[in-house]
């Protein structure tokens, strides 16, 4: 009796597609799963351009396109409303890109289910601060997820929300004229300290250096530096006097 080949000649020219077998469930199974994350990643950073291009100065203007926005993608955005309710408090308050000059902490111990307009607020402004001290969003965000613990819930559970930020931080700190400014005004002002310092030991130097100043502080030793000029001095005259004493 023949025995039936495992492969059928429409599956090798590739008329059907062949059927898993064993392990190769599961490799479809991965390969699904990533393009499933890979499209909810994509929709995230819709959603992260759509928020960002209505953002302004006033937070209260940002939480009404925030509100809208995230009616309109409620199923994408349920897992992060589940686990951090007053997001759009937060988010209103990142597009306003506040100048801030610290950062204000919350409780380590409170849940983000817990948190009203002042937690919030606080978390929402301060990614402002961490964009001015960082020179990329990548670092600027997770500055800020490590200073609020009870974000990593949202960054290790909520698929596509790291991307979202990401491209909130990235935004923000490309068009944000805050960052330069205290960057170039830090840097303008160490190398004005850096240009007084030169001009104050430079001029030190030079009154040292005069033949008036010389003599008096032969004259007056004063300090470590001076008492050894006058005994370097006096040794050398001392010399002098023997030798002529002694003749040729």
Known sequence: MRRRSSASLREIVGLVEP??????????????TSRTNCDMIAAWTAVAEAVYEMRSNNHK?????????F???????????????????ILAHILEDK?????????????????????SKRVGCSLATFLRNR?????????WRRNYVQLE????????????????????????????????????????????????VISTCVNRAK??????????????????AYSNCSAS????RSRSNRGP
């Open 237 to 240: 005259r001392s010399i002098g």
């Open 153 to 200: 819930e949202l960054f290790t559970e909520v698929i596509g929300f790291e991307a979202f930020m990401l491209t909130l931080a990235n935004n923000t700190l490309q068009d944000s004229v805050y960052g330069t400014v205290y960057r170039v005004s830090v840097g303008a002002f160490l190398s004005m300290t850096d240009a007084a310092t030169d001009i104050y």
């Open 99 to 119: 100048f801030g000059f610290r950062v204000r902490n919350v409780s380590f111990t409170s849940a983000m289910t817990d948190w009203e307009e002042e937690e």
């Open 61 to 69: 203007s940002n939480f009404n396109h925030v509100k809208r926005i």
């Open 71 to 89: 009616k309109e993608n409620e199923a994408l955005l349920a897992a992060l409303m589940s686990r951090c309710p007053t997001f759009m408090i």
């Open 135 to 143: 020179k990329t969003g990548e670092h600027a965000v997770d500055a």
């Open 211 to 228: 033949p008036g100043r010389a003599s008096e502080a032969f004259e007056h030793p004063q300090g470590g530096g001076n008492h050894t």
């Open 19 to 32: 059927v898993p077998v064993g392990g190769g469930i599961e490799i479809q199974r991965a390969t699904e």
